[in-house]
């Protein structure tokens, strides 16, 4: 049984910072991709950012330049540093992992439960 937890969400004024952490835990062999979607009230959920297996990474263009991905592959875990946070960030964060796991080497993705980051003005 995989699972991906988060933490970190709250509420935050605008131009603060908070740090999302999302750890995977389970029969995992290894973890190529991990990223963060996030998802605002009456939107499509949408990539934030992903982070490969040898740190190569991606962000969407509206966090370019504030948010930084990285993980730990010792730990299993992804985090988010979200800096000059604005009202438009409000959303549910989800984490993200492809993985292969036990029994039999499968292919497996996986979502958090998703936190709340709540940016007021």
Excluded: H
């Excluded at 991990?34 to 509206?62: C, F, H």
Aim: glycine fraction near 10%; aromatic fraction near 8%.
């Amino acid at each position: 049984q995989v699972q991906l937890v988060e933490s970190g969400g709250g509420l935050v004024q605008a131009g603060g910072s908070l740090r999302l952490s999302c750890a995977a835990s389970g029969s995992i062999v290894s973890i190529n991709v991990m990223g963060w979607y996030r998802q605002a009230p009456g939107k499509q959920r949408e990539l934030v950012a992903t982070i490969t297996s040898g740190s190569s990474t991606n962000y969407a263009d509206s966090v370019k330049g504030r948010f930084t991905i990285s993980r730990d592959n010792a730990k299993n875990t992804v985090y988010l540093q979200m800096n000059s946070l604005k009202p438009e960030d409000t959303a549910i964060y989800y984490c993200n992992a492809d993985l292969i796991a036990l029994p039999g080497y499968k292919y497996l993705e996986r979502w958090g439960q998703g936190t709340l980051v709540t940016v007021s003005s």
